[in-house]
């Protein structure tokens, strides 16, 4: 079968196109994604620069080597800048303008006056391989992996045309001077055409794949975590706990949980503004993952009430960690609209070495210590095993 470069240009040129407004339908979900605007951008520009490409005679007409080429080079050069955006990298507007003008300055001095095919051909093909080898060097990095396999699919292809445009440089080497055209059907280069146009293919539904997954990551975590804080939320906190907890069963590390919760948190709500309490919640937040470990677990609650799990910790441990953070907190000043906030936090301690073996009986046992501080007056820290589930329970029926 005999493959025309030209038909297959237009086909590429469609695919671009195609590929740029469904781009731009899925990066329009969540203006957060950057790089999906330049991707979209990046797609239509080649697309319609390749179609132009298409009907080049020799020689070329002047609009169609000016437009085409400022095309493709600002269209390249912006898929290179959507990557480093999506990365968080800052973009290099460089990179389109000098692929722009280089491109322009090859094709319009090779095409229209010297008349050069093979140096035009040979320049072109070495801009079009170095953009896309540097394309695929920003996607080769250590991501999580829900995102891996896209950014390897998408470095995969774009190495592909990369491997393809050498290949045709090296063919263009072996090519005799009435053979060498862009559009030639010899030797390899309908191949690198038509091969080129399925990895732009790939290419384009793995950045779909990259703003996807993103998207669905970022569901996930708003699902597990707390909006007001950044914290792990009640339900986060729930299974972190029967994990950890069998975790403990297997290796017999000791387990401990701090129930904490913010004394009179109501006329702090109604003497400064519910916003001000807000602020309060954010501050011991943060200032609970300024003294907790990396491998601890804090979530809130709910409403003033906050919790951290320590594994490999037992009661006495906690108890330090719980007197710092109460005294902390208590030495804390929170500005607020000219006004100085205080507060205080009493805290509840339990672990797993007194028959809290199961989520529900742990967090049960730190929330009867918490009971216990707040009845003997507040910012205090109370362990479980100070008292006792039975002690607890009958001061509780006696309130």
């Not at 195609?18 to 797609?43: K, P």
């Not at 990259?210 to 009640?234: F, P, Q, S, W």
């Not at 590390?253 to 954010?282: P, T, W």
Request: proline letters at 2%.
């Amino acid at each position: 079968m005999q493959l025309d470069p030209r038909t297959i240009l237009i086909i590429w040129s469609a695919i671009n196109i195609l590929f740029a407004g469904v781009l731009a339908l899925v990066g329009s979900q969540s203006d957060s994604i950057r790089g999906a605007r330049h991707w979209a951008w990046g797609d239509l520009l080649v697309g319609i620069s390749f179609a132009l490409c298409s009907n080049v005679t020799n020689p070329p007409q002047f609009y169609i080597v000016f437009f085409a080429s400022l095309g493709i080079g600002i269209g390249l050069g912006l898929l290179f800048n959507g990557i480093q955006a999506f990365r968080g990298k800052p973009c290099s507007y460089w990179v389109p303008v000098f692929l722009a003008a280089t491109l322009f300055a090859n094709n319009f001095l090779f095409a229209s006056i010297e008349s050069e095919p093979r140096v035009r051909i040979f320049i072109n093909f070495l801009l079009f391989g170095g953009i896309h080898i540097a394309c695929a060097r920003a996607l080769i990095v250590k991501v999580e992996a829900p995102l891996r396999t896209a950014y390897w699919i998408a470095a995969g292809s774009f190495s592909l045309i990369a491997f393809l445009s050498l290949a045709r440089l090296s063919n263009l080497l072996f090519l005799g001077n009435d053979t060498v055209s862009m559009f030639s059907t010899k030797g390899v280069n309908p191949y690198v055409f038509f091969f080129a146009s399925m990895a732009q293919m790939s290419m384009s539904l793995a950045f779909m794949l990259l703003i996807n997954t993103t998207l669905a990551n970022r569901l996930i975590a708003l699902a597990a975590t707390d909006a007001l804080t950044g914290l792990m939320n009640r339900r986060s906190l729930d299974l972190e706990i029967t994990r950890q907890l069998a975790n403990q069963k297997r290796h017999g590390e000791c387990i401990s949980i701090m129930m904490i919760d913010v004394d009179h948190f109501k006329r702090i709500n109604d003497q400064y503004g519910h916003l001000a309490g807000d602020e309060v919640l954010r501050r011991l937040a943060h200032l609970m993952q300024s003294v907790v470990r990396t491998n601890d677990y804090i979530a809130r609650y709910g409403g003033e009430e906050f919790c951290i799990l320590l594994p490999g910790t037992n009661e006495s441990q906690a108890l330090i960690l719980a007197e710092r953070l109460r005294r902390l907190f208590n030495e804390l000043v929170i500005e607020w609209e000219g006004d100085i906030v205080r507060g205080s936090i009493s805290i509840g301690v339990a672990d797993t070495r007194h028959d809290a073996h199961e989520a529900h009986s742990l967090l049960s046992a730190a929330d009867l210590a918490l009971y216990m501080a707040k009845h003997q007056g507040r910012n205090r820290v109370i362990a479980f095993s100070a008292y006792g589930k039975h002690d607890i329970s009958v001061m509780a029926s006696r309130s």
